[in-house]
């Protein structure tokens, strides 16, 4: 069974960082897509960051330049450096790890809560 376990939320100010840290419980290179979502109150989860096998990188247009995704394979790890922050950042961010290769399944972490005041 696929494990995946976020670390690092947290509440900080606007125009602060943070940096999310994913650990899976297999090789990274077992999915074909590793990614962030969040989940603000009353609103619908978001695709944030993925990155896939190959290393190709995709962001959602809100967080362009401000986010980076980034992974260290001998670690089995996915983060994501959040910079600039602003409080409509403010969410529960899931690691997200995808296996397609027959049938599409998602794999999700429990959640971490990120809170930005202003």
């Known amino acids: 069974q696929v494990q995946l376990v976020e670390s690092g939320g947290g509440l900080v100010q606007a125009g602060g960082s943070l940096r999310l840290s994913c650990v899976a419980s297999e090789s990274i290179f077992s999915f074909d897509n590793m990614g962030w979502y969040r989940q603000a109150p009353e609103k619908q989860r978001e695709l944030v960051a993925t990155?896939?096998?190959?290393?190709?990188?995709n962001y959602a247009d809100s967080v362009k330049g401000r986010f980076t995704i980034s992974r260290d394979v001998a670690k089995k790890m996915v983060y994501l450096q959040m910079n600039t922050l602003k409080p409509e950042d403010t969410a529960v961010y899931y690691c997200?790890?995808?296996?397609?290769?027959?049938?599409?399944?998602?794999?999700w972490g429990q959640g971490t809560q990120v809170t930005v005041s202003s």
């Open positions: 990155i896939t096998r190959g290393g190709f990188t």
């Open positions: 997200n790890a995808r296996k397609s290769a027959f049938r599409v399944v998602d794999y």
